[in-house]
Antibody, heavy 119, light 110 residues
Framework: QVQLQESGPGLVKPSQTLSLTCAVS??????????WSWIRQPPGKGLEWIGY???????YYNPSLKSRVTISVDTSKNQFSLKLSSVTAADTAVYYC???????????WGQGTLVTVSS | QSALTQPASVSGSPGQSITISCTGT?????????VSWYQQHPGKAPKLMIY???NRPSGVSNRFSGSKSGNTASLTISGLQAEDEADYYC??????????FGGGTKLTVL
C-alpha cells in the first residue's frame, strides 16, 4: 500500500524559507489519478489545508497562504515538496503530507514532522 | 476561505450515540458530495473515517456513519466506546477547487 514520509529541517529561523519533502512509496506519483497535498497543525490547534499538486504540476493553494507557498513535484524521485517563505512563529506546526483522490479526501497520511520557527 | 464550523466539544457515555455537525456554505458542503471526516488521537496523524459524505473505508467500524443536509454534514458514532475519545475534523471541497477543514471537535467519552 502507498506510504508517505515527510522530511526536512525541524528548526527554521524567522524570515527564512521552510522546505519539506514528502517521499511516496508503494505507488507512483506519475501514474496519475491523485493529487498530493500538504496540511499543517499548529501545536494544540486544528488542521489547516496548505495546498495540493497533480503530477502534471497543476496546483492549488489555500488563499490565506498562497503568496508564500510553492508546492512542486519530482516524478523522477517519486516525491513532492513544500516551500513556505518569510516564516514567522505562527508557522510553527506539525506538517503532514497526504494523498488526495479525485473526490477529495486525504488518505493515507504521513506521520507528520514538527517544524519550529525560532531564532 | 472560512473554516467549516464544528462544535468545540461533545460528550457521551459508553454505549450511547453522538452526532458531530459540520456547517459550511453552498460553495463547499452544500455544493458537493465531497465531505470527509477524520479521527485524530493525541500525537497521531489523522485517520480517514468517512469519505464522500457517507462512505466508510475498509476497516472502519460500522458504528461510524455520515450524512449531509443542505450546507451541514454530520458524523454519527453509535455504541460509543472509550477508544472513540479523540478529536474529529470534517473537510470539504470548495467551488474554488480548494479544500477546507472544520475547526475540530473534541469527543469525550464519560
Amino acid at each position: 500500500q502507498v506510504q508517505l514520509q515527510e522530511s526536512g529541517p525541524g528548526l527554521v529561523k524567522p524570515s527564512q524559507t521552510l522546505s519539506l519533502t514528502c517521499a511516496v512509496s508503494g505507488g507512483s506519483i506519475s501514474s496519475g489519478g491523485y493529487y498530493w497535498s500538504w496540511i499543517r497543525q499548529p501545536p494544540g490547534k486544528g488542521l489547516e489545508w496548505i495546498g495540493y499538486i497533480y503530477y502534471s504540476g497543476s496546483s492549488y493553494y489555500n488563499p490565506s497562504l498562497k503568496s508564500r507557498v510553492t508546492i512542486s513535484v519530482d516524478t523522477s524521485k517519486n516525491q513532492f515538496s513544500l516551500k513556505l517563505s518569510s516564516v514567522t512563529a505562527a508557522d510553527t506546526a506539525v506538517y503532514y503530507c497526504a494523498r488526495v483522490p479525485p473526490t477529495r479526501w486525504f488518505d493515507p497520511w504521513g506521520q507528520g514532522t514538527l517544524v519550529t520557527v525560532s531564532s | 476561505q472560512s473554516a467549516l464550523t464544528q462544535p468545540a466539544s461533545v460528550s457521551g457515555s459508553p454505549g450511547q450515540s453522538i452526532t458531530i455537525s459540520c456547517t459550511g456554505t453552498s460553495s463547499d458542503i452544500g455544493g458537493y458530495n465531497y465531505v470527509s471526516w477524520y479521527q485524530q488521537h493525541p500525537g497521531k496523524a489523522p485517520k480517514l473515517m468517512i469519505y464522500e459524505v457517507s462512505n466508510r473505508p475498509s476497516g472502519v467500524s460500522n458504528r461510524f456513519s455520515g450524512s449531509k443536509s443542505g450546507n451541514t454534514a454530520s458524523l454519527t458514532i453509535s455504541g460509543l466506546q472509550a477508544e472513540d475519545e479523540a478529536d474529529y475534523y470534517c473537510s470539504s471541497y470548495t467551488s474554488s477547487s480548494t479544500l477546507v477543514f472544520g475547526g475540530g471537535t473534541k469527543l469525550t467519552v464519560l
